[in-house]
């Protein structure tokens, strides 16, 4: 009841935020995605859907503020069905509290996702102070570069949901928490720099961060720098860093790299494990571009286990067309998944996957046929289709 109770006052302080400020207050849609799979069972076509919104309410410049909500289902197949009843099961109860289980678990709801408060051009300098509450920056995104700057796009292709639905890669650390942002960019036009002091939620009550950010845009060169620490954490605290590096010295070549180590311990050896590794070099010809990524996934990704310890992708993509140019492109992947653990079943896999991307006012589509060729089977795991939808407002 707490939940629902604090949702509703949000609501109505949005409400009563938007009529009183009139167009001091912005109502807008972040994000809004829905990824589609469609996968065989039992000789069965299954689609189970995905969605993940944000809705952001902001307004003033001085002190600046923002709300934001949303929700995130990993099934919103359940979305509007009734609860189940249980004499539909009657007698058999194990089967109701199964059916009444799984009703519960995804059930899709609007809930709290942050909120901030800005004070902008503290003691008349080019530095801001926010106050926040939930979540904040992504570091190691890259997702900066575009509202920061106002640049293009530069983040990988290969991240998020669509690509890694268990972990979701994107970035190298996420601030997450209560706590205080100081930013500036002392008066320059190509840098801005950040210090979050935080309670961490990755980590629980009572826990902190400390990080600290810089960012570098140039015409041809974009760079990010962060490290962080947390406390009290095992016997030494635990801590963090990472490098974005992105460098397009032609319009036909590009190099995008994420560099980091998610989790360090200085109780525990170091090891290879403990990184995060990225390298794109991408290749544009007129109507052709070639993209190569590699990448060495973590064991540790903000602050908890991935269970990919050891796990290395090598993706390809031959993609035709430019989508930051025309409204369609399309190409083919390639993806070679590496298990170097000793204790992994299969060390090797193969997928192929066709796509054709497509953008029509504001939305982007994705279709895509994961065709996995080895482990080589001609059974329900071996074809996965997938629509992707994502909103841009």
């Not at 036009?189 to 140039?218: K, T």
């Not at 590794?277 to 286990?305: C, D, G, K």
């Not at 279709?367 to 071996?382: A, C, I, K, R, T």
């Given at each position: 009841?707490k939940?629902?109770?604090f949702?509703?006052?949000c609501?109505l302080?949005?409400?009563?935020i938007?009529?009183?400020t ?9 994000e809004?995605e ?5 996968y ?5 076509l ?5 969605g993940?919104t944000e809705?952001?309410?902001s ?7 923002s709300l934001?909500?949303?929700?995130e289902?990993e099934n ?7 609860a189940p009843v249980?004499?539909?099961y ?5 089967a109701?509290?199964s059916?009444?289980?799984d009703?519960?678990e995804?059930?899709?709801?609007l809930?709290?996702q942050?909120?901030?408060i800005t ?5 008349d300098t080019?530095?801001?102070l926010?106050?926040?509450v939930?979540?904040n ?12 700057f106002g640049?293009?796009?530069?983040a990988t ?9 268990q972990?979701?890669?994107?970035g190298?650390h996420s601030?997450h ?7 500036s960019?002392f008066?320059?036009?190509w840098?801005?720099?950040s210090?979050y002091l935080?309670?961490?939620?990755n ?6 961060s400390?990080?600290?950010?810089f ?26 860093g990472?490098?974005l ?10 190099f ?7 989790y ?5 050896n ?6 995060y590794?990225?390298?794109?070099p ?10 190569l990524?590699l ?10 286990p991935?269970?990919?310890d050891?796990?290395a ?5 031959l993609?035709?067309?430019?989508p930051?140019q025309?409204?369609l492109?399309g ?6 998944t590496?298990e170097?653990?000793?204790s992994?079943?299969q ?5 192929v996957t066709p796509y054709l ?5 504001g ?7 994961h ?11 071996m ?9 841009e407002?």
């Amino acid at each position: 009841m707490k939940k629902k109770q604090f949702l509703l006052i949000c609501l109505l302080s949005a409400g009563l935020i938007l009529p009183v400020t009139g167009f001091a207050a912005d109502l807008t849609i972040p994000e809004l995605e829905l990824i589609s799979r469609g996968y065989w069972q039992q000789d069965r076509l299954i689609l189970s859907t995905r969605g993940r919104t944000e809705l952001q309410v902001s307004g003033g410049y001085k002190f600046g503020g923002s709300l934001l909500l949303g929700f995130e289902s990993e099934n919103l197949g359940y979305a509007g069905r009734d609860a189940p009843v249980l004499d539909d099961y009657a007698p058999d109860e194990s089967a109701y509290i199964s059916a009444l289980s799984d009703y519960m678990e995804n059930q899709t709801t609007l809930q709290f996702q942050g909120a901030q408060i800005t004070y902008r051009d503290l003691f008349d300098t080019p530095t801001n102070l926010t106050y926040f509450v939930g979540r904040n920056d992504r570091l190691g995104s890259a997702e900066v570069f575009p509202t920061e700057f106002g640049s293009a796009p530069i983040a990988t292709r290969y991240q998020g949901y669509l690509y890694f639905p268990q972990n979701e890669y994107r970035g190298i650390h996420s601030v997450h928490g209560t706590g205080i942002e100081l930013s500036s960019s002392f008066g320059t036009q190509w840098n801005r720099s950040s210090v979050y002091l935080y309670q961490d939620s990755n980590l629980g009550d009572g826990n902190y961060s400390a990080d600290a950010r810089f960012l570098a845009h140039f015409e041809k060169l974009k760079l990010e720098l962060f490290g962080g620490t947390s406390f009290p954490q095992k016997s030494y605290g635990l801590y963090r860093g990472g490098i974005l590096f992105h460098y397009s010295p032609a319009e036909r070549g590009e190099f995008f790299s994420q560099i980091g180590l998610p989790y360090y311990d200085p109780g525990e050896n170091l090891n290879i494990n403990d990184f995060y590794f990225l390298f794109e070099p991408r290749v544009h010809f007129e109507y052709v571009s070639v993209i190569l990524t590699l990448f060495w996934h973590p064991a540790m990704y903000n602050m908890q286990p991935t269970g990919d310890d050891g796990s290395a992708d090598i993706n390809f993509n031959l993609q035709f067309g430019n989508p930051q140019q025309s409204p369609l492109s399309g190409g083919i992947e390639t993806n070679f998944t590496l298990e170097t653990e000793a204790s992994s079943a299969q060390d090797f896999k193969l997928k192929v996957t066709p796509y054709l991307s497509a953008i029509t006012s504001g939305v982007m589509w994705n279709f895509m046929v994961h065709v996995n060729l080895l482990p080589y089977s001609l059974g329900e795991d071996m074809v996965e289709g997938i629509i992707g939808v994502k909103a841009e407002f």
